[in-house]
């Protein structure tokens, strides 16, 4: 009798568990759908006739595919520039970023520093309150970073909330033992860090170069702000030039041309030509970023 009875328990939890896999696996489904259908939808609309996009024809394949809204866009001789500048600010901001941002945290982390209380509470101070958009460009100014490649690297060199990852990682997974059997080998702090702490933090590293990396890209508002000359353009600010004169129909030259039926499919190339080389980095720095951010956010 007990061994029926352990066996029909058996089965029902067999059979829970096959149930609760099932939702699970059908929940994440429906996210995944959720979530990946609008991306999709965009990739599909920009190569589809605009009139069926507005008129609800397109929805699950491209209809009547076409490249005009691509053909514009890369037609565009700005889009190039802007493009070589965004990948400069990108890479150079991101190198600074780190430069900053990981000895920072590295000295904030180490409990025998005396000053790491009241420094980490100005840190955060900074996350609630600041000088403002005047105070800011006026500053900008007086340092003569207006139409300067560097106003998109150095002012803005430290992120607190990266920080914060960073060094919440480096306390809760850097055993204090490396640090001690360091300074018996005569390691200054300098030397842990460059040898032992950043072999040791490739996960924060590349959650927090890609956090700076997807900021850079996305830079729209200092490129509006800082920069009057097209040259220094990063690529979002080139791209609404486009948009903008693909609604209006433009004024004069190249931008004379472009329909304005069209003002959508250009809109939707747009997006997939900006968020492109993210979607396409994103996958090689996935396993670092996902452990980097539960040990950096969580333990922390």
Known sequence: MAEKKTKILRRQESLQDRIFNLTVMGL?????????????????????NPAMVSTGQVVWFPREINLYGYEKVFQNTKM???????????????MVNLAVTLPAAYALSRREFAARKILNLFFV?????SGGLIATYLVIKEIGMINSRWVFIIPFCVNVYNMIIARSFFESSLPEELREAAVLDGCSHFQYFCKVVLPLSKAVISVVALYYLVAHWNDFFTGLL???KE???PLQNVLRSILLISQTGGNGGAGATLQQSYADQI????????????IVIYPFVQKYFEKGVMIGAVKG
């Open 226 to 228: 800082y920069i009057h």
């Open 80 to 94: 190039w520039t802007g493009y070589m500048n965004t990948i400069i600010y990108a890479v150079a901001g991101t």
């Open 28 to 48: 994440s489904v429906l996210i995944l759908i959720v979530i990946a259908y609008p991306v999709y939808f965009v990739l599909i609309a920009s190569i589809s």
């Open 231 to 233: 040259k220094f353009l």
């Open 267 to 278: 809109k939707y190339a747009i997006i997939i030509v900006s968020t492109l080389p993210v």
């Open 125 to 129: 101070f900074t996350m609630f309150f």
